[in-house]
Nanobody
């Protein structure tokens, strides 16, 4: 059974930074199937960052240039470095294992204050 556990969320002022991490267990870790999503109150869950063909990184337009997804194969972890945070980045952030079946973490709250 694949398990994903996110951590690193919290309260930060606008312009600040946070690094989210997602620990993956129960499967052979492959960074290429990992992605981050987020869900703000009253909104649908949306894609934030992931990997495309050839391992290239893909980002939502709203986070390009500010967020970076990367992994550590030795630690079975995927990270989301978030810089220049904005109030509109406030959401619950989820780690997603994009396989069939797919798996989700429990989410970690990120709150950006003005």
């Amino acid at each position: 059974q694949v398990q994903l556990v996110e951590s690193g969320g919290g309260l930060v002022q606008a312009g600040g930074s946070l690094r989210l991490s997602c620990s993956v267990s129960g499967t052979i870790f492959s960074i290429n199937v990992m992605a981050w999503f987020r869900q703000a109150p009253g909104k649908q869950r949306e894609f934030v960052a992931g990997f495309g063909s050839g391992g290239r990184t893909i980002y939502a337009e709203s986070v390009k240039g500010r967020f970076t997804i990367f992994g550590d194969n030795g630690k079975n972890k995927v990270y989301l470095q978030m810089n220049s945070l904005k109030v509109e980045d406030t959401a619950v952030y989820y780690c997603h294992h994009q396989t069939w079946p797919d798996y989700w973490g429990q989410g970690t709250q990120v709150t950006v204050s003005s």
